[in-house]
Structures are given as structure tokens and as C-alpha cells.
């Protein structure tokens, strides 16, 4: 008697009678089904990738403060695109929450611009941006998605034409090629 026969009961061998039926010599030993895990670690795997993917479902988070005000829009805002932040406050130039060039009286320095004062390349902001690139193509490559190249503006509602134009010639230097600019809901417009 080998160690299969000792470790039965009545309920396995009942059921193992009605599987084998009369097809099968009795005599013939058949190995028991032991724990098949193979569908449980699939519906784990499905779990997970939901998670993962449900997991940054609002990618992006904006804090007012006196520094960032936001332009009011009487457009409905539906759920932001994952994308690259780039905030213009009253005082600095940020890219996902990092200073990258500071601001005088609404304005890049001149120092930091590639062709002085009427230059609209911002050298800080290209290397912050390139080195974000970098990163976003290397993600992509890996998980087989094409770099959309998507820049996400944020810039406070007072900020000058002058300085968005640099700010978006800057991100097109470094690959962005779609923008969507951020603003809160709320504003009543009388066009009377």
C-alpha cells in the first residue's frame, strides 16, 4: 500500500470511483488532482493590473495658493490627461513641482534666456523639459506606447502673453507638441 492509498478517505475515493466509472480496471492506479493555482494567480493578475492602472487615475493635483491663481472658465473640466506640468507662478518657472528659473515683475531674466531680452528660448526650462523627454521616451519604449509629447500648462491668471509664448516655443524645442492649459471652473462672463 504506497502513501496515496494510506491518506485517503471515503469522500476521494467516492469520487474517484465515479470519475473512473467502468472504463477503468480498478486495479490501475491513478495519480489524485492535487491544487491547481494557475486560475487563481490569473484573476490575481487581472487585480493587479486594474490597480495599477486605476491607481493614478487623477494624475494630476493643483494647489492654489497667492502665488498660483488660476484663470476661472465656465468650460467643463473632465478628467485630466496624464501629462507633463509645467506652472507659471507670479514668481518661478516649475516643471512637476521643481523650480527651474525664477521670475522678476512677471518676466524669465535675461541671463537665462538663449538670445537675451527678445529671445523666447528659456535655457533652464529646455534642460528641465529635454531631461523630462528623456524619461517619458524611455517609459514608452518600454511599455510599447508611442511619447504623445503632451505638456500640461499652469500658469496664474495675471501671467503675460509674452511669457506663455516663451514658456510653449521653449516646450516645443524639446518635443511637446500638445498643450492643454489648466483652468478653474466658475466663471460668468456678461456679453450683453
Known amino acids: 500500500m504506497n502513501d496515496q492509498q494510506a491518506n485517503s478517505n471515503p469522500v476521494d475515493d467516492l469520487w474517484l470511483q465515479k470519475k473512473l466509472g467502468k472504463k477503468q480496471k480498478p486495479d490501475r492506479e491513478v495519480e489524485r488532482p492535487g491544487l491547481m493555482i494557475n486560475s487563481l494567480m490569473d484573476a490575481f493578475t487581472i ?99 508611442p511619447f504623445e509629447g503632451m505638456a500640461l500648462v499652469v500658469a496664474h491668471k495675471d501671467t503675460s502673453f509674452r511669457l506663455i509664448t516663451e514658456v510653449l516655443y521653449t516646450a516645443g524645442q524639446a518635443e511637446f507638441v500638445k498643450f492643454k492649459f489648466v483652468a478653474a471652473e466658475g466663471a460668468k462672463y456678461n456679453l450683453e
Do not use: Y
Not at 487585480?47 to 491663481?69: H, N, W, Y
Not at 523666447?120 to 526650462?125: A, E, F, G
Open 47 to 145: 487585480i493587479l493590473c486594474f490597480l495599477m492602472k486605476s491607481f493614478g487615475a487623477d494624475p494630476v493635483q493643483i494647489r492654489e495658493s497667492d502665488e498660483l491663481t488660476l484663470p476661472r472658465t465656465s468650460e467643463d473640466t473632465n478628467g485630466l490627461e496624464d501629462a507633463i506640468v509645467i506652472a507659471i507662478s507670479t514668481k518661478a518657472i516649475m516643471v512637476q513641482d521643481n523650480k527651474v528659473a525664477d521670475l522678476r515683475d512677471g518676466a524669465v531674466d535675461e541671463s537665462f534666456k538663449r538670445d537675451g531680452m527678445d529671445g523666447l528660448l528659456i535655457n533652464p526650462l529646455l534642460d528641465a523639459l529635454k531631461e523630462r523627454v528623456q524619461h517619458l521616451k524611455m517609459l514608452a519604449a518600454r511599455t510599447n506606447n
